[in-house]
C-alpha cells in the first residue's frame, strides 16, 4: 500500500523546500536567542512512513541529514536515495532488535537508541568482524515510562562507563523521547545534566513541537518530521 504523499496534500506555498527554509530559521532563530551558533544543531528529518518520492525533494533543497525508525523501511528506499545522493547521513532513531543489527550497520551512519548491554555487546562482536561502527547515542528514559525503551536514569552513569571499558564504545551523546503530558524542558535540561556528568557533548532531542525549546536546554540533534513532511496517513 502507498504511504502518504506530500504531493497529495501540500498548499500553495507549502513546499518541501519552504518547510525547509522555515524549519531551518526556527532553528536558526533559537540557537541565537540561546546564545549559540545555529551550525552546532543538526536537523535530522525524520521521513519515517515516507516514501523515496516524499524524500527526494527535501533532499534537492540541501537536506543531507535523516532518520528513520525502522530497519526493514529504511532497506526498502534509501540504499537508492544514498546512491544516488553524495553526502547523505541516515539516523536510527527507533528501537534497534539485534536480529536486525547487520542490516542496520550496512544501512544507518548513526543509532540513537541503543539501551542495552545486549545490543552493546552484538556491536562489539560485529565489530570484531570488520564491521563500522556507526556513531552511537544512547537512549535514555528520562520519564521511566514502562511502555518505553531506554536506560533509567539512575542506571545511565554506570551504562556509559560499561559502553566505554566493558565493550570498548565509543559513546557520542544521549537521547529522549519525553512523556507526552509531561513539560518537556524537564527532560531536556535532566537529560543534558546527565551528559556533562558523563562527558558527552551531543544531545539527540526535541522533536516538531518542542526543538526550539530543546535548542534552549543544549540539543545538538532536532528530530523534525511532521513540521517538514506535513501530517502522516
Do not use: Y
Request: charged share 25%; glycine share 8%; proline share 6%.
Amino acid at each position: 500500500m502507498a504511504g502518504p504523499s506530500l504531493h497529495q496534500s501540500a498548499e500553495p506555498g507549502e513546499t518541501p523546500a519552504g518547510r525547509l527554509a522555515a524549519i531551518r530559521a526556527r532553528i536558526g532563530k533559537a540557537a541565537r536567542e540561546a546564545g549559540r551558533s545555529p551550525d552546532e544543531v543538526t536537523l535530522v528529518a525524520v521521513s519515517k512512513t515516507f516514501e523515496a518520492a516524499d524524500i527526494e525533494p527535501l533532499i534537492a533543497a540541501g537536506q543531507r541529514v535523516f532518520g528513520e525508525n525502522r530497519v526493514q523501511e529504511a532497506a526498502a528506499k534509501w540504499p537508492v536515495l544514498k546512491a544516488t545522493t553524495p553526502g547523505i547521513e541516515l539516523h536510527l532513531i527507533g528501537p534497534l532488535q539485534t536480529n536486525k543489527l547487520k542490516e542496520a550497520l550496512a544501512l544507518f551512519d548513526v543509532f540513537h537508541t541503543l539501551d542495552r548491554d545486549r545490543l552493546a555487546e552484538a556491536l562489539v562482536k560485529e565489530r570484531d568482524k570488520g564491521a563500522a561502527m556507526p556513531r552511537l547515542f544512547i537512549q535514555v528514559n528520562t520519564g521511566e515510562e514502562p511502555q518505553k525503551a531506554g536506560i533509567l536514569p539512575a542506571e545511565v552513569d554506570d551504562f556509559v562507563a560499561r559502553c566505554r571499558e566493558v565493550h570498548g564504545l565509543e559513546i557520542e551523546g544521549l537521547m529522549c523521547i519525553p512523556p507526552v503530558d509531561e513539560e518537556p524542558a524537564l527532560h531536556f535540561a535532566l537529560l543534558d545534566k546527565m551528559a556533562r556528568r558523563n562527558g558527552l557533548t551531543k544531545l539527540s532531542m526535541g522533536m516538531s513541537a518542542d526543538f526550539e525549546t530543546a535548542i534552549t536546554f543544549g540539543a545538538t540533534h532536532v528530530r523534525v518530521g511532521s513540521a517538514l513532511f506535513g501530517s502522516r496517513g
